[in-house]
């Protein structure tokens, strides 16, 4: 897989706490991107960035934040998790806009 | 809205025999559309993408895909398939709607392709 590092690989949390994922690359690639995927929907986009400081919002964003205070680094944090957010998060970070994204592992997060 | 559809949710295939994955699409303006796989437990992996050019694109592991403007397709093919090559297979176009210039994607559901010995 192409430089990025999701952690925790695997999370059980309860309800009502906050969780925070960490997507780290060392491609240097400008665009990084956090999806969510669950059986019968695909990957559906939740947040992304396009640069340091630079995120926006994607089709499933509500109840999720983000932050990118470095090239490398790309945090997902859920503020109150619910049961809901149960899901397999995976990052992923492109060069280019015009060009293939590349996927981490994912984080497979439970929500109890 | 864009959209993209895998109309099948599982395809069975023999080992040997050509195999075929569909995808259609819907956008406005020119497509870029992007094939991915899953393996069990893992992320997705490109396959290939077509941009421009040539409506037939060669990609990784011996597959190809066909682009056809005229029925907003773009199957995935293999002449002769592996056991190997059974996963989790998603199609994607850039979507416009989400930041698609910030090379966002719009995935189907996927097709679990399953090759038998």
């Known amino acids: 897989d192409a430089g990025i590092t999701q952690s925790p690989r695997h999370k059980v949390t309860e309800t009502g706490t906050p969780v925070t994922l960490r997507c780290h690359q060392t491609e240097n690639h400008r665009y990084m991107y956090w999806y969510r995927q669950d059986p019968g929907h695909g990957l559906r986009l939740i947040h992304y960035s396009y640069g340091v400081k630079d995120t926006d919002k994607g089709e499933v964003s509500d109840g999720y934040s983000v932050s990118r205070s470095k090239t490398e680094d790309f945090l997902l944090t859920l503020e109150s998790a619910t049961s809901s957010q149960t899901s397999v998060y995976f990052c992923a970070i492109n060069r280019d806009r015009n060009t293939e994204a590349f996927f981490g592992q994912g984080t497979r997060l439970t929500v109890v | 809205a864009q959209s993209v559809a895998q109309p099948e949710d599982q395809v069975n295939v023999a080992e040997g025999n050509p195999l075929t994955v569909k995808c259609t699409y819907s956008v406005s303006g020119n497509p870029y559309l992007f094939w991915y796989v899953q393996y069990p437990n893992r992320g997705l992996q490109f396959l290939l993408k077509?941009?421009?050019?040539?409506?037939l694109v060669k990609g990784s592991y011996g597959f190809e895909a066909e682009f056809n403007k005229s029925q907003t397709s773009f199957h995935l093919k293999k002449p002769s398939a592996l056991v190997s090559d059974s996963a989790l297979y998603f199609c994607?176009?850039?979507?416009?709607?989400?930041?698609?210039?910030?090379?966002?994607?719009?995935f189907g559901k996927g097709t679990k392709l399953s090759v038998k010995p």
């Open positions: 994607a176009v850039r979507d416009i709607a989400y930041g698609g210039s910030q090379g966002n994607l719009i």
């Open positions: 077509y941009i421009t050019g040539d409506n």
